[in-house]
């Protein structure tokens, strides 16, 4: 079955770095298109970050992370990534590994499959 296991999150001081990984098995990783997902306390779950599959790579992000964020993937690993840089506390939230169901497309009403999700947490 189809498993995206998301690590890396934790406490972080403004300006500073985490880099989340997604492990992910139960199907063929390079084909599809993965993202990254964060949804805040009081607020709706939010497209971070994506990149397409299919050995293309192209990436997208939310204007509020550009910049700051890096989203990569090594198939030969089955593992997406996250850098984010120049952490805000704006950034806290639970941060979730998502994988789609079309090579090239990311957004919500792509997703097929979710992980549990990792906590960031932005604070002096």
């Known amino acids: 079955q189809v498993q995206l296991v998301e690590s890396g999150g934790g406490l972080v001081q403004p300006g500073g770095s985490l880099r989340l990984s997604c492990a992910a098995s139960?199907?063929?990783?390079?084909?599809?298109?993965m993202s990254w997902y964060r949804q805040a306390p009081g607020k709706e779950r939010e497209l971070v970050a994506g990149?397409?599959?299919?050995?293309?790579?192209?990436?997208w992000y939310a204007d509020s992370v550009k910049g700051r964020f890096t989203i990569s993937r090594d198939n030969t690993k089955s593992t997406v990534y996250l850098q984010m840089n120049s952490l805000k506390p704006e950034d806290t939230a639970r941060y979730y590994c998502?994988?789609?169901?079309?090579?090239?497309?990311?957004?919500?009403?792509?997703?097929?499959?979710w992980g549990q999700g990792t906590q960031v947490t932005v604070s002096s």
């Open positions: 998502a994988k789609s169901r079309t090579t090239r497309d990311y957004g919500g009403n792509y997703v097929d499959y």
């Open positions: 990149i397409t599959g299919g050995g293309g790579g192209s990436t």
């Open positions: 139960g199907f063929f990783f390079k084909t599809y298109a």
